[in-house]
């Protein structure tokens, strides 16, 4: 069988990483800006399962050509781990960034009245902490019991992105269960809820530095503002996924792939 090509592979990124963030924020967009039913109605479990199925889509639709990687931690990890060329690393995530980015665009034209009547708030990317009491429009949203600091954020990204990797993994290891790949997006978009259900308080779960810093890029230039101010932008969203990418794919060759060696 023929293998794709760079180019070939870094469109199918750019396009899976736009279906996610069209979805992911589209739905972030949604339950804060124009509920149509009442306001309760729409909550935290709506982003997750949001933000899961948009996962599922994209997935489903660049596998095939790319891997559908459509986050730099996941190219990293795979990267280190030795199953991806270092020379795609890149390539990858600039193809991630960029579809990313046009996501959010599509969600800016999708939301923009509603989005100008908010102020633009912003609906791209993560921050500390619950976000109902401060940045939900469509009705009246619950306060935070307490905030989270940079550092409980990071450790935050760092746990929800190795158990990311320890899902992609997992589900791409013929050695393990025997998931047919037919059912491996379904599969990962179910960590993903399970990531945003259990460990997304504290920073939001961004689990995918394109994830948050192409919509952060976007959000800026439509006028939300606030979005680079001092270093969570960076910290959070971006080192905390790449480490713990780094850490899933490793306990998981580790402690996992070891034994599934051993017993072949």
């Known amino acids: 069988m023929k293998k794709n090509s760079l180019l070939a592979e870094c469109v199918a990124e750019v396009f899976g990483t736009f279906i996610l963030i069209l979805l992911g924020d589209g739905v972030v967009a949604n339950v804060g800006l124009a509920p149509r039913l009442a306001a309760p109605a729409y909550n935290w479990n709506t982003i997750t399962f949001g933000w899961a199925m948009a996962v ?7 596998g095939g050509v790319s891997g559908a990687h459509i986050n ?19 390539p990858y995530w600039v193809s991630q960034i960029f579809g990313a980015f046009l996501g959010a665009l599509g969600v800016y034209l999708v939301y923009m009245e509603g989005l100008i009547a908010a102020g633009m708030p912003n609906v791209w990317c993560t921050g500390p902490g619950s976000v109902f009491g401060q940045a939900f429009w469509g009705g009246a949203g619950g306060n935070a019991l307490t905030s989270y600091s940079l550092v409980n954020a990071l450790i935050a990204e760092i746990f929800g992105t190795a158990v990311l990797l ?22 990962v978009g179910l960590v993903v809820l399970g990531v945003g259900l259990c460990l997304g308080g504290p920073s939001g ?5 394109a994830r948050d810093f192409g919509p952060r890029l976007l959000g800026t230039l439509v006028g ?41």
């Not at 780094?246 to 306990?251: E, K, Q």
């Open 56 to 62: 599922v889509v994209a997935v489903y639709v660049a």
């Open 224 to 264: 939300t503002t606030g979005l680079f101010t001092g270093l969570y932008w960076f910290v959070a969203p971006i080192i905390g996924p790449l480490v713990g990418g780094i850490l899933g794919i490793l306990t998981y060759d580790w402690l996992i792939g070891r034994a599934l060696a051993d017993k072949a």
């Open 205 to 209: 779960y961004a689990i995918n530095p």
């Open 166 to 187: 320890w899902g992609v993994a997992a589900v791409g290891d013929t050695r393990n269960l025997g998931v047919g790949a037919n059912l491996g997006p379904l599969l």
């Open 72 to 90: 730099p931690a996941v190219t990293l990890a795979m990267a280190v781990r030795g199953t991806f060329p270092w020379r795609k690393v890149i």
